[in-house]
Nanobody, 125 residues
Framework: QVQLVESGGGLVQAGGSLRLSCAVS????????MGWFRQAPGKKREFIAG????????YYADSVKGRFTISRDNAKNAVYLQLNSLKPEDAAVYYC??????????????????WGQGTQVTVSL
């Protein structure tokens, strides 16, 4: 089992930045890839960014490419999501996720086995 705990959400003005963190514990040696999803009220949970746990290769949804950056620190068992140039439409609960199976590049909810509880990001005008 892998446990994920997100932190770093909050209220930010449009155009501002936030850095989300995800603490990873448990059977971390089984993790192959990690990712971030988000879910706004009344909308489906959507893929945002993914990263290879070992090599650090990243991939993004088109909606956040160039504004959000995913990274990981294996020594600290942590994954981060840097959110820049935030827009009101970025407001959502952001979820950290992990999976023990390749390949990288998957973006569907069933492609990820472990989920955190989420952290709220609110963007004001």
């Amino acid at each position: 089992q892998v446990q994920l705990v997100e932190s770093g959400g909050g209220l930010v003005q449009a155009g501002g930045s936030l850095r989300l963190s995800c603490a990873v514990s448990g059977r971390t040696r089984n993790v192959d890839k990690m990712g971030w999803f988000r879910q706004a009220p009344g909308k489906k949970r959507e893929f945002i960014a993914g990263i290879s746990w070992a090599g650090g290769t990243t991939y993004y949804a088109d909606s956040v490419k160039g504004r959000f950056t995913i990274s990981r620190d294996n020594a600290k068992n942590a994954v981060y999501l840097q959110l820049n140039s935030l827009k009101p439409e970025d407001a959502a609960v952001y979820y950290c996720t992990a999976d023990p199976h390749p390949p990288l590049g998957r973006t569907r909810l069933p492609d990820f086995n472990y989920w955190g509880q989420g952290t709220q990001v609110t963007v004001s005008l």
